[in-house]
């Protein structure tokens, strides 16, 4: 897959700095990015140049150190081991490798967990007939969806997942791709402080006094436990929740859910058809689920034949 249209630039101008047909050779990359747009992806082309230059600067430090050790003390084995342990260490700089669990020794690990503890990493939905038969609710790396017509209050359902895991101590990140922010925020308002959200103005001093007063809300630094986000409808990708998520643990704040609202605003595939399209979105979610180690809620709406049999 082609990354994207600057990189590209980038790299021939750094190949070809001193050749006179490099204004032809861009012209070429801008003609192909005119004709051929699939939705490019740069995430493994970046995560190479990044792993690259981590091994050239961590060959680098090993070498400076080896030098330093071998002028100290030439002559002594152990910094022929040090020496020997600074450039092995340093030749397996490579991305993070996680190769899952050794299963036979995990086995004592796993059972140790006692049921109280596994079961304040679960995810509820607050709805006893579904939560009952979940063995207490949801895990990390899960996704669900709600599944319904417009207007019938998918958005609302999603609210309430947030509020009621926030309740029970979880963080978590509400990416809205239809209401803005503010109207998300007043919808939770509501929710939390049990006043009808035509009187929320009216109580702001009451509002205000009970968010700040409620329990079991976990705090991470200066953060709420619930961040708020919006982006354009039809833009969003996986990717572009994905670099979100990022930044935001960058700056501290590690959620342990998402509420996406909802899949038919996010960005659709070219050049495939709807529904593949956000089968394939949905995939995308729950791999970034798993990734991520969080649990996803979503919404969905039925196409029209899916109306009609209903």
Same mark, same amino acid.
């Given at each position: 897959?082609?990354?994207r249209?600057?990189?590209i630039i980038q790299e021939? =101008?750094k190949?070809l700095?001193d050749n006179?047909?490099?204004p032809y050779?861009?012209g070429?990359?801008?003609?192909?990015?005119?004709?051929f747009?699939?939705?490019?992806? +740069?995430r493994?082309y970046?995560?190479n140049?990044?792993t690259y230059?981590a091994k050239i600067?961590?060959?680098?430090?090993a070498f400076?150190?080896s030098?330093?050790?071998?002028?100290k *003390?030439?002559e002594?084995?152990?910094t022929?081991?040090?020496?020997y342990?600074?450039?092995?260490t340093?030749?397996?700089t490579h991305?993070n490798f996680?190769?899952?669990?050794?299963?036979l020794?995990?086995?004592k690990?796993r059972? +140790?967990e006692?049921?109280?503890?596994?079961?304040k990493?679960?995810f509820?939905?607050?709805?006893?007939s579904?939560?009952?038969?979940l063995a @207490?609710g949801?895990?990390?790396?899960?996704i669900?969806?709600?599944v319904? @017509?417009?207007?019938?209050? =998918?958005?609302?359902?999603?609210?309430?997942?947030?509020?009621?895991?926030?309740l029970?101590?979880?963080?978590?990140v509400?990416i809205s791709l239809e209401? *803005?922010?503010?109207?998300?925020?007043?919808?939770?308002? *509501?929710?939390f402080?049990s006043?009808?959200?035509q009187e929320l103005?009216?109580h702001?001093?009451d509002v205000?006094?009970?968010l700040?007063?409620?329990d079991?809300?976990?705090?991470e630094?200066e953060l709420w436990?619930l961040?708020?986000?919006q982006?354009p409808?039809g833009?969003?990708?996986?990717?572009?929740?994905? *670099?979100?998520?990022?930044?935001?643990?960058?700056?501290?704040?590690?959620?342990?859910?998402?509420i996406i609202d909802?899949?038919?605003?996010?960005?659709l595939?070219r050049?495939?058809k709807?529904y593949?399209?956000r089968?394939?979105i949905v995939?995308?979610?729950?791999a970034?689920?798993?990734e991520?180690?969080?649990?996803?809620?979503?919404a969905?709406?039925p196409n029209r034949?899916a109306?009609?049999?209903?």
């Amino acid at each position: 897959i082609l990354p994207r249209k600057a990189f590209i630039i980038q790299e021939l =101008k750094k190949a070809l700095k001193d050749n006179k047909a490099l204004p032809y050779y861009l012209g070429e990359v801008n003609v192909l990015f005119d004709y051929f747009q699939p939705g490019l992806e +740069a995430r493994d082309y970046l995560a190479n140049k990044v792993t690259y230059f981590a091994k050239i600067q961590a060959l680098r430090q090993a070498f400076q150190k080896s030098l330093e050790m071998i002028d100290k *003390a030439p002559e002594s084995e152990q910094t022929w081991v040090k020496v020997y342990d600074e450039m092995r260490t340093a030749m397996t700089t490579h991305q993070n490798f996680d190769i899952g669990i050794d299963y036979l020794k995990s086995a004592k690990d796993r059972y +140790a967990e006692t049921e109280e503890e596994a079961e304040k990493d679960r995810f509820i939905l607050n709805l006893p007939s579904v939560d009952g038969k979940l063995a @207490g609710g949801y895990c990390r790396g899960e996704i669900i969806s709600i599944v319904a @017509g417009s207007g019938v209050g =998918k958005s609302v359902m999603l609210a309430n997942i947030a509020a009621t895991n926030i309740l029970r101590g979880k963080r978590g990140v509400y990416i809205s791709l239809e209401l *803005a922010e503010k109207k998300v925020a007043n919808r939770l308002d *509501a929710i939390f402080t049990s006043f009808p959200i035509q009187e929320l103005a009216v109580h702001k001093d009451d509002v205000c006094d009970k968010l700040a007063n409620l329990d079991n809300v976990a705090y991470e630094g200066e953060l709420w436990p619930l961040i708020i986000k919006q982006f354009p409808a039809g833009t969003a990708t996986t990717n572009t929740i994905r *670099a979100y998520i990022s930044q935001l643990r960058f700056r501290g704040f590690n959620p342990d859910f998402l509420i996406i609202d909802y899949v038919g605003e996010m960005a659709l595939h070219r050049d495939m058809k709807t529904y593949e399209s956000r089968e394939q979105i949905v995939r995308e979610l729950r791999a970034l689920a798993t990734e991520e180690n969080v649990f996803i809620a979503t919404a969905m709406q039925p196409n029209r034949d899916a109306k009609r049999e209903g």
